[in-house]
């Protein structure tokens, strides 16, 4: 059964940073193209960055210069590293691979206070 794992949420404060991390099962993350999604409170998912198996890299425009998405395809895994983030920021982090064909994992909170 693929597995999705999220970690490295937390609470912060704005302009701060975190590291997320994702832990795919089997050879998810080397295969695919991996996207970060977030969910806030009373909102839709939405995809935030994108990387293909060759490391091409894609951003949403609310996330564009702030947040650097990578790979490492020898520990099947991926990473978002957020940089000065904001309260909008907050929201549960999920990944999954672009478009999302896998069961999606528990996420990741992040919290941003202001």
């Known amino acids: 059964q693929v597995q999705l794992v999220e970690s490295g949420g937390g609470l912060v404060q704005a302009g701060g940073s975190l590291r997320l991390s994702c832990a795919a099962s089997g050879s998810i993350a080397t295969l695919n193209t991996m996207g970060w999604y977030r969910q806030a409170p009373g909102k839709r998912r939405e995809l935030v960055a994108s990387i293909t198996p060759g490391s091409n890299t894609n951003y949403a425009d609310s996330v564009k210069g702030r947040f650097t998405i990578s790979r490492s395809n020898a520990r099947n895994a991926v990473y978002l590293q957020m940089n000065r983030l904001k309260p909008e920021d907050t929201a549960v982090y999920y990944c999954?691979?672009?478009?999302?064909?896998?069961?999606w994992g528990q996420g990741t909170q992040v919290t941003v206070s202001s």
């Open positions: 999954n691979s672009y478009p999302e064909n896998y069961y």
